[in-house]
């Protein structure tokens, strides 16, 4: 808001008190409670309209509020003022305050008039209350309150005043104000029932508020006789509800505020767009919000449900935000709720925020799971090698060592009755070919071990517990084929366990447990030795969680010292 | 069929043998040992169904079929060995291997042990161990690579009744599971066989197990003891 413009409403609400206190000093005790009542009420309007006109800018409830203000207080001025012009103005413009009010009520919550109808209603409620309190005026001889001389004088007064005609005009104008209020009110209940998502919300206190004035308005007009004190000290006092519109709306966008903030803190990592939506109209309390994407290929918007929105033509009573950073990203939301743009904004950065987070987290798993396929594909292409390597060593160089060794044992035969000398020569020679096939068949096991291939996990274990340094024992080894990289993993897994215990366990023996559980295999080697082997203890123990995590795995160490190395591998198995 | 007795040779017909192997080179040299050591080679197999084909018309006393043969390098050798046993069950088969592992062994075995050998590839450089070992399936023993029972024999054990065996009871236990009968343990031994008896019903009765009186009850009752 303009710095002039607040600074002008501020002075112009001191003055209006000050004039106000200043005209009807000194107070009289009979009627403080009245002059404080006023005060208080004309304040409070004044006040709400500063804080409106700063709140909704663009909208004329500031103004509205602030007018209400003024035309409450000023009459009252205008007739302490013990100026006859001054008196018959304040006279006649007594009760405009009550159609202000009514104006402003119907102008809620967009500080506009909806359409000529409601425009001519203000009017009319305006032109009546001046015609009645003119009408009035006229046959009101200040006489008849008592005072003489220290009277101001009525300009408007004709032949002397009646009594009797001011009496009459009073209770029409009762009459009229109170059907005035009546349709102002039916109004305000249209409006209600017609509004949708924010808006309804804005409306609801309103309705109660309005009601409450209603009632006011009635029972002070002149329908009713009540004593002074209530009539124009406590019933004004219900015209507080006006500012407290105000507050209840301030608070309740604010809570709104907060609530995006608990709702997007709440919302679970990764939640779809739909539960982002119902989130964000949870807490902005507009059932109707819709969040919407444009579709891929740029033919238009399609919202959560799946429906087709025109983002260009939202509907009555429907505006469209940009979200940023969403790449096309909107939000389409009751119209209503354009007049809290802090508001909005706050809910489109919410819901940037949590797409991005979204993006950014389908992103990290998109590349997670390249890593761990590749991963994956790598540890596979190892196996596959190995796997190669053994066979070529089969197929190669171990099967012409057989070949030689048959030659030579042929040979050594031939020589051994000839040439004794020669056939103890080629028996050595033969004595290192069988060492080296030896040697040739460990290297061929240790690179990939043919028995588990060609039989799978049961013999494969069943393998390594015969070659075992410590005595090992087989509880369960399920039968049947798994897939290769499960298999070698679980291999891998018993092999290097096995290994460990032998090396450093200082165990008596060891047990290997493969088990077949729904959707994985666990194998569990376990030995009564030393324990406190350590995760971070060697690199065997940290390559084989390697391996086991690259089938999707977890390798679980359980070895407190004294009581027992226990090793689980824990691995996903379809 | 040429039943040739040699002039000093017993009048006994001379073993008729198959050989498959996909290495030439070593199925020739295969053929040429067993010749001259006085086998009758009836023919060779490259691979397991040339295999079945030859067993299925020449018929052989025995058949000498590596583990890994083409199309798979798998174990179509096994395979074809344990059909050979189901279709011609008298027919002996001796299973060459480059790696021992009892996973197979047993699944030789588990049929009828006799006329089974399960030996490692490199065996055929002692010609004379090697016409022996088939020999004697021919003659319906078990032929069981030294190399497995040796393994399991030295297996570390806990509390295991094996513990109490005395040393020789236990070579005599290694040659049982190796096929061997007590007559042939006996002469290993340098022991009479009357010893030997006295050694198996001792062992047997420390290890809990029943009393075979045929050899090839034995092998599997003892192998399946010592893979426990």
Not at chain 1, 131 to 151: H, K, L, V, Y
Not at chain 2, 133 to 157: N, T, Y
Not at chain 2, 160 to 180: I, Q
């Amino acid at each position: 808001m303009n710095r002039w413009l607040r600074a002008a409403l501020v002075a112009g609400a001191i003055a209006a008190v000050g004039c106000f206190v200043w005209s009807s000093w000194p107070p009289n005790s009979q009627y403080a409670p009245v002059e404080i009542s006023f005060a208080v009420v004309g304040l409070s309007f004044m006040v709400a309209g500063i804080a409106a006109w700063q709140r909704w800018p663009a909208s004329r409830l500031g103004l509205l509020f602030t007018i209400v203000g003024y035309l409450y207080l000023v009459p009252y001025i205008l007739v302490n003022l013990a100026n006859p012009v001054a008196w018959t103005i304040g006279n006649v413009t007594e009760g405009i305050s009550g159609a202000a009010l009514a104006h402003l009520g119907l102008a809620w919550p967009t500080g506009r008039l909806r359409s000529r109808l409601e425009c001519g209603v203000v009017v009319a409620d305006y032109v009546q209350n001046i015609a009645f309190n003119t009408a009035a005026t006229m046959f009101w001889n200040p006489a008849f309150s008592g005072c003489n001389a220290s009277c101001p004088a009525n300009v408007l007064l004709i032949s002397g005043g009646s009594r009797s005609a001011w009496n009459a005009f009073n209770t029409v104008e009762g009459f009229v104000g109170f059907l005035m209020t009546g349709i102002i009110l039916t109004l305000i209940v249209r409006h209600w029932r017609s509004a949708r998502g924010w808006s309804r919300r804005a409306m609801i206190p309103l309705l109660w508020i309005a009601a409450a004035v209603g009632a006011e308005n009635i029972l002070t007009g002149n329908l009713f006789h009540f004593s002074a004190l209530v009539t124009y000290a406590l019933l004004p006092l219900v015209l507080l509800a006006g500012p407290a519109l105000f507050v209840i709306s301030t608070v309740r966008a604010r809570t709104a505020g907060g609530a995006l903030g608990t709702a997007i803190v709440d919302l679970e990592p990764g939640a779809s767009p739909g539960r982002l939506r119902d989130a964000l109209a949870r807490a902005l309390g507009d059932s109707t919000l819709q969040l919407a994407f444009r579709r891929p290929d740029g033919s238009g918007y399609l919202d959560t449900s799946g429906q087709a929105v025109d983002v260009a033509r939202p509907g009555p009573g429907r505006a469209v935000t940009p979200i940023a950073d969403a790449d096309g990203a909107v939000l389409i939301h009751d119209a209503g709720l354009e007049h809290e743009p802090q508001l909005v904004r706050l809910t489109a950065a919410a819901a940037s925020m949590a797409l991005e987070h979204s993006r950014l987290q389908a992103e990290v798993h998109a590349q997670l799971e390249q890593v761990r396929a590749s991963r994956a594909r790598i540890v596979e292409a190892g196996d596959a090698e190995r796997r190669r390597l053994e066979r070529d060593l089969h197929d190669g160089a171990q099967q012409r060592l057989v070949t030689l060794s048959l030659a030579l044992g042929m040979a050594r035969d031939r020589a051994a009755g000839a040439d004794p000398e020669l056939g103890s020569l080629i028996e050595s020679a033969s004595k290192e070919a069988r060492e080296a096939l030896t040697e040739l068949r460990e290297l061929a096991r240790g690179i990939h071990p043919a028995v588990l291939t060609e039989t799978g996990l049961s013999g494969a274990i069943q393998a390594l517990a015969e070659r075992s340094l410590v005595a090992t024992t087989i509880t369960a080894v399920p039968d049947g084929r798994f897939p290769a990289a499960i298999e070698a993993t679980a291999y891998f897994v018993v092999s290097e366990a096995l290994a460990n215990v032998a090396k450093h366990a200082g165990a008596d023996g060891a047990q290997v447990t493969i088990q077949r559980r729904p959707g994985r295999l666990v194998v569990e080697v376990s030995d009564d030795g030393a324990g406190g082997a350590r995760p971070e203890g060697g690199s065997g123990l940290r390559g084989l969680a390697d391996r086991v995590a690259s089938v999707g795995g977890v390798l679980r160490l359980d070895s407190p010292p004294g009581g027992g190395t226990r090793l689980e591998a824990d691995i996903p198995c379809p | 069929m040429s039943v040739t007795p040699g002039p000093e040779a017993p009048a006994q017909p001379r073993l008729r043998v198959v050989i498959a192997e996909d290495t030439v080179l070593l199925r020739e040299g295969l053929r040429r040992v067993l010749t001259d050591a006085g086998l009758d080679v009836a023919g060779t197999a490259g691979d397991a169904g040339q295999l079945l084909k030859l067993v299925e018309t020449s018929r052989p006393d025995v058949v000498l079929t590596d583990i890994r043969m083409p199309p798979d390098q798998s174990t179509e050798g096994l395979q074809a060995a344990l059909e050979i046993r189901r279709r011609w069950p008298g027919t002996a088969v001796i299973v060459l291997s480059q790696h021992v592992e009892t996973e197979h062994l047993f699944e030789l075995l588990a049929g009828d042990p006799r006329g089974i050998g399960y030996v490692l590839k490199e065996r055929v450089a002692d010609v004379a161990q090697f016409t022996g070992a088939i020999r004697r399936v021919a003659a319906g023993e078990s032929v069981i690579d030294s190399q497995v029972v040796s393994r399991l024999v030295a297996r570390p054990r806990r509390d295991s009744p094996l513990e109490t065996l005395t040393e020789r009871e236990l070579a005599v236990l290694a040659l049982m599971a190796e096929g061997r009968s007590n007559h042939a343990i006996a002469a290993q031994l340098y022991m009479s066989p009357k010893t030997v008896e006295t050694h198996v019903g001792s062992l047997f009765a420390k290890l809990g197990l029943l009393p075979a009186a045929e050899d090839h009850r034995r092998v599997l009752a003892v192998l399946t003891y010592l893979r426990r």
